[in-house]
């Protein structure tokens, strides 16, 4: 089973550029996720759609717009990316939203110069 | 004060050791707690899910202690494959979100 599928894995903007990470679930999960990781900082949410059809602002969510497609894919937008946006970005699911476990994609290693 | 707050270690401990480590959580209506495992550079996958009465998967043990806000995992006869960082996660009681520490580095020498 594929799970969760991020792409791209690696990416390398300038600042201004834009770009769209995408993410897809075969697990017909209903909640997606992205977070963000920075070193010391732990996971940090981004946004999430609770379900299909719906999207809401996670913990740190300026400078960022996602779409729900459908229920297996989720994408993250940087319209204009910034050095403070170098980070590792994670998609995740889960079955139902916060309290049950989230299966998570392998990564995309943004920098931004 | 951060939602959740774990020693970020590294603990560093041979092979057949036993290693202990908490983390504390902020919301008093927290409602699940999990511990995951992230390997470097990979994605954090689910360890064990805490339950309030404690629980063991194998060689790992998680305990929750409600009145003084803490979780926490031991890990026994540590094995080199137990070098990892390990989350601790926890839903803060918002029915979305989970909130993650920082992670513990647990490194096992031979």
């Known amino acids: 089973n594929a799970g969760v599928t991020q792409t791209p894995k690696f990416q390398v903007l300038k600042t201004g550029q834009s770009m769209t990470l995408q993410c897809a679930q075969d697990m017909n999960h209903n909640s997606m996720y992205w977070y963000r990781q920075d070193p010391g900082m732990g996971l940090r949410l981004i946004y999430y759609?609770?379900?299909?059809?719906?999207?809401d602002k996670g913990e740190v969510p300026n400078g960022y717009n996602v779409s729900r497609l459908n229920k297996r894919e989720f994408s993250l937008r940087l319209e204009s990316a910034a050095p403070s946006q170098t980070s590792v970005y994670f998609c995740a699911s889960s079955l139902w939203k916060g309290n049950t476990e989230a299966f998570f994609g392998q990564g995309t290693r943004l920098t931004v110069v | 004060r951060k939602e959740v707050e774990q020693d970020p270690g590294p603990f560093n401990v041979p092979e057949g050791a036993t290693v202990a480590f908490n983390c504390t959580y902020s919301n008093s209506a927290s409602q699940s707690f999990f511990w995951y495992r992230q390997d470097c550079r990979k994605e954090p996958k689910l360890l064990m899910s805490v339950y309030s009465s404690g629980n063991e998967d194998g060689r790992f043990t998680a305990q929750l202690n409600r009145a003084s806000q803490y979780i926490s995992l031991l890990i026994r006869d540590s094995k080199l494959s137990d070098s990892a960082t390990y989350l601790c996660?926890?839903?803060?009681?918002?029915?979305?979100?989970?909130?993650f520490g920082a992670g513990t580095t647990v490194t096992v020498r031979a």
């Open positions: 996660v926890v839903n803060t009681g918002d029915d979305y979100k989970l909130s």
């Open positions: 759609s609770a379900s299909e059809g719906t999207t």
